[in-house]
């Protein structure tokens, strides 16, 4: 069976530090992955999808990025932190059939 | 106008009671629709797909119009443990993309 691990799950970063989240999923293969932001109090914001290894697309432009190094591998970065980058986190897989997605456990980062 | 719209509640409501969450979204093109569960502060997780003939999974009924772009929810004979926020979810473009509406709270009392 598939799974999708994330970690860490809680983060307290200060403003200006870099960030870097990791998103690992197994049991499949060419997963699409993506990368959701939610706000507190707001609802799920898509921030990055991908669709291969190195081929990111950006949804909004913000202080993040992502990268696929590996076909079940995908990583948030951000070299410096801003107080809005606070949020939960969260990456989810899924295959091109018409399912849903499959989430993470997200990670609460707090921006100080 | 946002691509998925819910009411966002709170639906404050007994044990026992019905209650029905409706969702529009924008795009027609749209392909998959589904609900997701959202308890506080975890992650959304997949309740059931919404299929146009409708579909139903225990106490949980989904429909789906197309024409008039509108999904619903019901739920019957709540619970406590219903308790969440539900995401009514839309899928389709590329790579499969799943826009979310912000939620409607549930809270069942006793």
């Known amino acids: 069976s598939q799974t999708i691990h994330q970690w860490p799950a809680t983060l307290v970063q200060p403003v200006g530090s870099p960030l870097s989240l990791e998103c690992t999923v197994e049991?499949?293969?060419?997963?699409?992955l993506y990368w959701y932001r939610q706000a507190a109090g707001r609802g799920l914001q898509l921030l990055f999808y991908s669709v291969g290894i190195g081929q990111i697309s950006s949804e909004v432009p913000q202080n993040l990025s992502a990268s696929r190094p590996q076909d079940r591998q995908f990583i948030l970065s951000s070299k410096k932190l801003l107080l809005s980058d606070s949020g939960f986190y969260l990456c989810?897989?899924?295959?091109?059939?018409?399912?849903?997605?499959?989430f993470g456990s997200g990670t609460r980062l707090t921006v100080v | 106008r946002k691509e998925v719209e819910q009411d966002p509640g709170p639906f404050n409501v007994p044990e026992g009671a019905t209650v029905a969450f409706n969702c529009t979204y924008s795009n027609s093109a749209s392909q998959s629709f589904f609900w997701y569960r959202q308890d506080c502060r975890k992650e959304p997780k997949l309740l059931m797909s919404v299929y146009s003939s409708g579909n139903e999974d225990g106490r949980f009924t989904a429909q789906l119009n197309r024409a008039s772009q509108y999904i619903s929810l019901l739920i019957r004979d709540s619970k406590l443990s219903d308790s969440a926020t539900y995401l009514c979810v839309v899928k389709g473009g590329t790579a499969s993309k799943l826009t979310f509406g912000t939620g409607t709270r549930l809270q069942v009392t006793l």
């Open positions: 049991g499949t293969s060419n997963p699409n």
């Open positions: 989810a897989w899924s295959s091109d059939l018409p399912y849903g997605y499959t």
